[in-house]
Every structure is written in structure tokens, then in C-alpha cells.
Antibody, heavy 122, light 108 residues
Framework: EVQLVQSGAEVKKPGDSLKISCNGSGYSFTNNWIGWVRQMPGKGLEWMGIIYPGDSDTRYSPSFQGQVTISADNSISTAYLQWNSLKASDTAMYYC???????????????WGQGTLVTVSS | SYELTQPPSVSVSPGQTARITCSGDALSKQYGYWYQQKTGQAPVLVMYKDSERPSGIPDRFSGSSSGNTASLTITGAQAEDEADYYCNSRDSSGNLYVFGTGTKVTVL
């Protein structure tokens, strides 16, 4: 069974650093892109970026380029989303999601993590 | 930057048909995907490649695409279909994704 399990909720102060994780199981982790999605309180889904664990190829939405870092550790089948200096506006739920390959073509996000709530407050 | 535009809300009576549209320039070249998100839950894929339904999704959900607009239709809406729905596609380069603005579907 494919599963994406994310790390637990975090409460941080402005200026803190943070790295949240997404552990994939039940499939070959290196063969599927993993994306990250932000959902601010009461707002819609925002696509942040995506990584291919097989070769660490990473793409970022222009809105998030330079604001976060996406990485992966294939030895433990885990993708990460990292901030160097959090702001109050980073308060949101963050989801990881697996991109599926359908008929040889990259497809939608078929499995999602449960979400990690990040709260940034002084 | 690339945008996908959806109506903020759609209301439908039980058993009737709801149609949600999603407009964006790249939809004429890229597939549209649709996700359902219920309150407090992670999104769930309900449609891919414009009109393909994942296993386990009821057949009252259908999808289509024409020109720059993708659509998700719920035929015979039920109370459990009340949720936020988001379209999703790649940009014209195929390298980046974007989500639509989201549509709240109310069944009443």
C-alpha cells in the first residue's frame, strides 16, 4: 500500500529554521516525483515545487523560489521542505504528494500525505 | 505567472447536476486534473487526464476539456459531495504545476 507519512505539527518563532519531512513507502521512492503544496488558513492550494528523488532534479514555483528548499534522502525514502528563516506568513498546512506516471506520461498527484501544520508566531 | 480561474462557489440541490469550470491558457496543451478536499482532510484526486476517473471515484463524477477550459461535472449530486474542488495542470512549459483558485460546492 502506497503511503506518504509527514512529520508532526510545528510551532516556531519568526526567524527560526525548520525542516519538515515526508516518508514514502509501498512503492519505489526514487521513481516518482514528490511535490509540496501549501494551504494557508482558510485559503486554497498553492503548488510550491517538486523533486525527482532519482536524480534530485528540483523545480520551484516562481512564488516560492528562494524562499524554501526541497530535498530528498533516498536511503530513508524521505523528502523534505526546509526554511532558513520563517516568517509569520509561513503559517500554513503543508502537504506532500506523489506524482504518478500513467501510460508512460507524468500524471497527477495520486497519493497525498496527511499534512504538516506549521505555526509561526512570536 | 500562470493562473487557473474557477468560480468561487457552486450550489446544487441533491440529485441535480453541478458543473465546475476551470480556465487557463495552458489547458489547450496540458491535461487538467481535479481534486476534492473536504474540511480538515487532504485533497483526493477525482479526475485525471481531463476525463479519466481514478478507481473508487463514483461514476457521477465526469470531466471534459475544450479549448482553454476544463470542466468537472457531478451528475446526481449527493450530500457527501459537498467539498472544495481544485483544478490543476502544468504550465505551457510542462515543468511547473499550478492549482486553480478553488470552488466550494454546496449541496442543499
Amino acid at each position: 500500500e502506497v503511503q506518504l507519512v509527514q512529520s508532526g505539527a510545528e510551532v516556531k518563532k519568526p526567524g527560526d529554521s525548520l525542516k519538515i519531512s515526508c516518508n514514502g513507502s509501498g512503492y519505489s521512492f526514487t521513481n516518482n516525483w514528490i511535490g509540496w503544496v501549501r494551504q494557508m488558513p482558510g485559503k486554497g492550494l498553492e503548488w510550491m515545487g517538486i523533486i525527482y528523488p532519482g536524480d534530485s532534479d528540483t523545480r520551484y514555483s516562481p512564488s516560492f523560489q528562494g524562499q524554501v528548499t526541497i530535498s530528498a534522502d533516498n536511503s530513508i525514502s524521505t523528502a523534505y521542505l526546509q526554511w532558513n528563516s520563517l516568517k509569520a506568513s509561513d503559517t500554513a498546512m503543508y502537504y506532500c504528494a506523489r506524482e504518478v506516471v500513467i501510460g508512460g506520461s507524468r500524471g497527477p498527484f495520486d497519493y497525498w500525505g496527511q499534512g504538516t501544520l506549521v505555526t509561526v508566531s512570536s | 505567472s500562470y493562473e487557473l480561474t474557477q468560480p468561487p462557489s457552486v450550489s446544487v440541490s441533491p440529485g441535480q447536476t453541478a458543473r465546475i469550470t476551470c480556465s487557463g491558457d495552458a489547458l489547450s496543451k496540458q491535461y487538467g486534473y481535479w481534486y476534492q478536499q473536504k474540511t480538515g482532510q487532504a485533497p483526493v484526486l477525482v479526475m485525471y487526464k481531463d476525463s479519466e476517473r481514478p478507481s473508487g471515484i463514483p461514476d457521477r463524477f465526469s470531466g471534459s476539456s475544450s479549448g482553454n477550459t476544463a470542466s468537472l461535472t457531478i451528475t446526481g449530486a449527493q450530500a457527501e459531495d459537498e467539498a472544495d474542488y481544485y483544478c490543476n495542470s502544468r504550465d505551457s512549459s510542462g515543468n511547473l504545476y499550478v492549482f486553480g483558485t478553488g470552488t466550494k460546492v454546496t449541496v442543499l
